[in-house]
């Protein structure tokens, strides 16, 4: 089992930035990608960023390329999502995720889930 709390949400204006953290432990030596996700109200989960633990290798959703950055810290079980030049369509609750497996960057590959923290972006 893999235990993740997210932390770092918040309310913040157009165009500032906020920097989302995870905290794996238990059997993340196990774990073979952490990602971001998020959901807004009425709207499915969504894929926002991942990072391999071991290479370190990068993928992004296109709608936030170029602002949002995610990186990881192996030696203590830390992720973290840099979000730069926020917009009101960013407001959602964010999940931090990890998989054992590889596969697509989707819900369903993702076994382990956060509880999620709130980001609310105002214009």
């Known amino acids: 089992q893999v235990q993740l709390v997210e932390s770092g949400g918040g309310l913040v204006q157009a165009g500032g930035s906020l920097t989302l953290s995870c905290l794996a432990s238990?059997?993340?030596?196990?774990?073979?990608?952490m990602a971001w996700f998020r959901q807004a109200p009425g709207l499915e989960r969504e894929f926002v960023a991942a990072?391999?633990?071991?290479?370190?290798?990068?993928h992004y959703a296109d709608s936030v390329k170029g602002r949002f950055t995610i990186s990881r810290d192996n030696a203590k079980n830390w992720v973290y999502l840099q979000m730069n030049n926020l917009k009101p369509e960013d407001t959602a609750l964010y999940y931090c995720?990890?998989?054992?497996?590889?596969?697509?960057?989707?819900?369903?590959?993702?076994?382990?889930w956060g509880q999620g923290t709130q980001v609310t972006v105002s214009s």
């Open positions: 995720a990890a998989t054992e497996r590889w596969g697509p960057y989707t819900r369903t590959t993702y076994d382990y």
């Open positions: 238990g059997r993340i030596l196990s774990s073979v990608q």
């Open positions: 990072i391999t633990w071991g290479s370190g290798g990068t």
